[in-house]
């Protein structure tokens, strides 16, 4: 590829790299569908490229090709080697065996049965090593070394974006009155080859890149001026789940993307149902993220009649992410509110509170004695319309109930609604905190060896939801004069944890605290 003196490869370079770029040899020219129930609901005209068509259902098949396409005979021979938990092991795989060249893919030990198995079913070698993902790069990193091996990295290398950039051509050949185009971003390669395609061809067109709000790396490095490290980064839609985004693709990003914005599990979760309603696809969280931003991006600016395309990058999806899906997308469209509400504890009040409702659907009640006196119950109601709620909650508390609004309550959402009737039936001084495990055997048992035997487990959570990090909420039985120390093995432990001890839910539901 051309480079001028300072070493920066231009647009009209990255235009000539895609045009040049052996991608086709394995990829295919994915569709571009209308979504009809949305484009009426949102009043505009959406469209979805559907790069989980792709034979490794996922965009990655298109950057991994062009660079594996481009080496060498003496290269060729030597091997190629990756690092990935899913889409990029599988991309990488596949391109390498259809050119007959050896590959070896690092994977971490946590990765799920499912993703190996697809490594391997295209010809890729796999190699089970480290906790997490950075572990599993330096191990690739130190073998491609020593066996001579080249590294295919995931998104960070000019003819990896240039490969991911040949779905902007085909957006623009299927649909050339488009206003804008949402894109995920992870590591941002292809946000860059998208972004520097469209606006050396048809700079008229508007790049949206959209982040998780719990892995925004794009946007800490917009911030910052320059990519840096996020501090923690959550798993959820763990194909853009990345925690510093490329030297290279910021370059890009920086230069040619629109704006950004950034969106929530639930959210995601919204989407997710929106494309199976909508064209039947599954698509993993991470491949529901542009359409999660469209819909915010719409809401927010107000958008009307135009033409908005987004890039479905991928639907590997773990099967049992859905049940977490399923539970949470009507809290991301908004079409569902949880409330605590405090109702008197006699006969009929169950009766007079849901003729309060007014015939509105009950999603969810769960409630248990407690005393004589008052009754606190945990309700879900369905929302005809987004704005709904506050109307539910004027209209139960001119009742004179006690209303708490839970919807955007987090522990509420993972723990809570599943245990109610905990109260314990004495006063205890105890501390409540949320815990991430990583989803890997002996995690618990690290936990409880770490801890040690030096204070009481009072409350113990756990509900897996089929993401990598299991979520966990305990209580322990702990006076002021030991926190500190408690909070010390907490660091010890190296797990994420946060105190929850003044979560407004816990204390309706689940502790004495005042």
Not at 223 to 231: C, F, I
Not at 298 to 314: D, F, K, M, T
Not at 345 to 356: A, D, M, N, Y
């Amino acid at each position: 590829m051309k480079q001028q003196n300072n070493n920066k490869l231009t647009g009209a370079d990255y235009l000539k790299a895609t045009l040049c770029s052996a991608v086709y040899d394995v990829a295919e020219v994915t569709p571009l569908e209308k979504m009809e129930k949305i484009s009426t609901r949102l009043k505009n005209q959406i469209f979805v490229k559907r790069e989980d068509r792709q034979l490794v259902h996922s965009f990655k098949i298109r950057g991994a090709q062009a660079m594996i396409a481009s080496l060498n005979e003496d290269e060729r021979k030597c091997g190629v080697i990756a690092a990935s938990a899913g889409n990029h092991a599988q991309g990488v795989a596949f391109s390498a065996t259809k050119l007959g060249i050896n590959s070896l893919i690092v994977m971490p030990l946590t990765t799920a049965d499912i993703k190996v198995e697809a490594v391997k079913s295209f010809g890729g070698e796999v190699l089970l090593y480290g906790a997490n993902f950075d572990e599993a790069k330096a191990k690739a990193m130190e073998l491609a070394k020593e066996q001579k091996r080249i590294f295919i990295p995931p998104f960070d290398h000019p003819l990896v974006i240039a490969g991911q950039g040949s779905i902007a051509m085909e957006l623009l050949q299927q649909n050339a009155k488009l206003d804008r185009i949402f894109v995920p971003v992870g590591g941002g390669g292809l946000a860059a080859g998208v972004a520097v395609l469209i606006k050396q061809i048809m700079p008229s067109i508007k790049i949206i890149a959209v982040e998780p709000a719990d892995a925004a790396c794009l946007k800490a490095a917009l911030d910052a001026g320059k990519p840096v490290d996020l501090s923690r980064v959550g798993l959820f839609a763990e194909g853009v789940a990345v925690k510093r985004i490329g030297e290279e693709t910021f370059r890009l990003c920086q230069q040619y993307i629109d704006d950004i914005i950034t969106v929530d599990s639930d959210e995601i979760c919204a989407a997710v149902k929106d494309l199976f309603d909508d064209v039947r696809a599954i698509a993993e969280p991470s491949g529901a993220v542009a359409l999660a931003g469209l819909k915010k991006y719409v809401e927010q600016h107000n958008i009307c009649g135009e033409n908005l395309a987004h890039i479905l990058s991928g639907a590997n999806l773990n099967f049992h992410n859905l049940r977490y899906v399923s539970e949470r997308c009507e809290l991301g469209e908004k079409r569902e509110v949880l409330l605590a509400v405090t109702i008197p504890e006699k006969k009929g009040s169950f009766l007079t509170f849901c003729q309060l409702l007014g015939g509105r659907s009950v999603t969810e009640f769960n409630y248990r004695y407690h005393d004589d006196k008052s009754a606190c119950i945990f309700v879900g109601i369905k929302m005809s319309q987004s704005n709904e709620k506050d109307e539910i909650i004027q209209e139960l508390s001119a009742t004179g109930y006690s209303v708490v609004d839970l919807t955007e309550d987090e522990m509420a959402k993972l723990h809570v609604r599943y245990m109610i009737g905990g109260k314990p039936c004495k006063p205890i001084q105890e501390q409540v905190y949320s815990f991430e495990f990583p989803e890997s055997q002996g995690a618990l048992l690290k936990f409880l060896q770490t801890l040690g035997t030096n204070w009481n487990i009072s409350m113990f959570h756990y509900r897996s939801h089929g993401t990598d990090y299991g979520r966990v909420l305990a209580a322990f039985e702990i006076d002021e004069t030991t926190l500190n120390q408690f909070n010390q093995h907490l660091t010890e432990l190296g797990y994420g944890f946060h105190n929850e001890t003044h979560n407004p839910s816990l204390k309706l539901f689940l502790t004495n605290q005042s």
